[in-house]
């Protein structure tokens, strides 16, 4: 009888080891994936906003001055050890280095009052179309970030 407690201890030790290895291993690659979907996200919309015009003075994307531009990154918020015990791995992107209210208009659109006949990009008088960066920026990511983390956790496997 002692035998079997004995090997049942040692295979208990041994799937501990590999749990803690596995999760380990899962949590390197979740910080890798979310680092990622974080950098391409602030990508997407960097090329949105150089990229999504408004047919102002013939312009091809929205930038002026540069700042709205230049204020799009993308940086870790936090990553903490939650109350459960979970490692907690969150990055943001966006306009995180500055924000103007002006980013919110040309994002949303906004009724134009200088603008007094339809322009290149569809939008009516009076109106500026919505150049959707984050919103375009957040539908790819998000998606993305769903298929690489489970592709990562398929792909992990029980090493």
């Given at each position: 009888?002692?035998?079997?407690?004995?090997?049942?201890?040692?295979?208990?030790?041994?799937?501990?080891?590999?749990?803690?290895?596995?999760?380990?291993?899962?949590?390197?690659?979740?910080?890798?994936?979310?680092?990622?979907?974080?950098?391409?996200?602030?990508?997407?919309?960097?090329?949105?906003?150089?990229?999504?015009?408004?047919?102002?003075?013939?312009?091809?994307?929205?930038?002026?001055?540069?700042?709205?531009?230049?204020?799009?990154?993308?940086?870790?918020?936090?990553?903490?050890?939650?109350?459960?015990?979970n490692s907690v791995i969150q990055w943001e992107f966006g306009w995180i280095?500055?924000?103007?209210?002006?980013?919110?208009?040309?994002?949303?659109?906004?009724?134009?009052?200088?603008?007094?006949?339809?322009?290149?990009?569809?939008?009516?008088?009076?109106?500026?179309?919505p150049m959707n960066a984050y919103a375009t920026a957040y539908t790819e990511?998000?998606?993305?970030?769903?298929?690489?983390?489970?592709?990562?956790?398929?792909?992990?496997?029980?090493?």
């Open positions: 009888m002692a035998k079997k407690s004995t090997y049942f201890t040692d295979d208990l030790k041994q799937f501990k080891t590999l749990l803690t290895n596995y999760t380990s291993g899962l949590a390197d690659g979740a910080r890798d994936i979310t680092e990622n979907a974080a950098k391409d996200g602030a990508a997407i919309m960097r090329l949105v906003v150089a990229t999504s015009g408004t047919g102002w003075e013939n312009r091809q994307g929205r930038i002026e001055t540069g700042e709205m531009y230049n204020d799009i990154d993308a940086a870790p918020r936090e990553e903490r050890i939650s109350a459960r015990g280095n500055g924000f103007e209210d002006y980013y919110r208009y040309q994002e949303e659109g906004f009724n134009n009052i200088w603008k007094s006949r339809p322009s290149a990009d569809g939008g009516g008088p009076r109106h500026t179309l990511i998000s998606e993305r970030f769903k298929n690489d983390m489970r592709a990562y956790v398929n792909k992990k496997g029980w090493d």
